[in-house]
């Protein structure tokens, strides 16, 4: 008996060090933070914390520069998402076509997204610099448009204009997370058995009919998957911002929500605020990832 009850438990105690590092350093401080919220508390105060009840939460629907961060973040997650993907889809299609040296490719265009997140930003700070290697490949084209207008341009200010620090931040985004996206739409599209395009073929369909009548629905799985996973990657980034703009861009213009919650506990110590912050993001991307999931559920096709 007591040997067959040690058999049963032998898989929990394999699990028991997994599970403890998870409810240390992930449930313990998400019930603590949810706890934190609900009370004003700087980490200096000797009083301790002040229970505010919901008025952190509704202080935060007063409070222009959070509904300024949303909007940024919305902003970044929408462009990002929507090149981002379409890029790397038109390159994962176009490599998918029989080319030499795919892996050469793929590790290639992988780099990036494995690439530290803070080294990279920092190289791109260098290449948005006004004197930096993106205006430099850009001055041909500066003198040309120059010649033939009235107004002469200059380098782009692009980390010092509201406009371009938020283009500059999208870019870096779509660079930096394309390599992941392209491997998983290249692994499908390497996956589709060809007896559907030979079909096709057969009934008359061209390129374009195959990839919209074919190609496209069975990659649906694969685009809900990345979306989900860009939405929850461009709502929680704050390093890009950190380091391209430390004081969140000319006019507050980069500020995201998780880096205005950065500022809200760590430069004004404002932890209780900065929980209730956190706990938004939260049901903001919760709410958006099932809402996404109920509109496009019904889109999703697969092969079996």
Do not use: C
């Not at 032998?10 to 019930?31: D, E, G, K």
């Amino acid at each position: 008996m007591k040997k067959n009850l040690l058999t049963a438990s032998t898989p929990y105690l394999f699990l028991l060090p997994a599970a403890a590092v998870i409810l240390v350093f992930q449930l313990l401080p998400m019930a603590y933070a949810l706890y934190l919220s609900f009370f004003r508390w700087d980490l200096i105060n000797i009083a301790g914390p002040q229970f505010m009840g919901l008025g952190n939460y509704l202080n935060l629907f007063r409070d222009a520069d959070f509904l300024l961060s949303l909007l940024n973040t919305a902003l970044f997650s929408a462009g990002s998402i929507v090149i981002g993907l379409g890029l790397s889809l038109l390159v994962a299609v176009l490599l998918s076509r029989g080319l030499r040296g795919l892996g050469v490719f793929r590790t290639a265009y992988f780099i990036p997204y494995v690439a530290s997140m803070a080294a990279v930003a920092i190289v791109w700070k260098w290449i948005f610099h006004p004197a930096g290697l993106l205006n430099i490949s850009f001055q041909p084209a500066f003198d040309l448009a120059s010649a033939h207008l009235p107004v002469e341009l200059g380098p782009i200010q692009w980390l010092r204009s509201s406009v371009w620090a938020r283009v500059a931040v999208v870019i870096f985004i779509v660079w930096k997370t394309m390599g992941f996206n392209i491997l998983i739409f290249l692994t499908r599209l390497l996956d589709i058995d060809q007896s559907y395009y030979e079909a096709a073929e057969i009934d008359g369909a061209g390129a374009w009919a195959k990839f919209r009548f074919v190609t496209w629905p069975l990659l649906m799985p694969t685009t809900v998957f990345l979306l989900t996973v860009s939405i929850i990657f461009s709502f929680q980034m704050f390093v890009p911002v950190y380091i391209l703009t430390p004081d969140g861009g000319p006019l507050n213009a980069t500020t995201t929500t998780v880096f205005y919650l950065y500022q809200s506990a760590f430069n004004n110590f404002l932890f209780g605020y900065a929980s209730s912050m956190a706990y938004v993001l939260f049901l903001i991307i919760l709410g958006i990832t099932l809402i996404q999931r109920r509109i496009l559920a019904k889109q999703v096709a697969y092969e079996d």
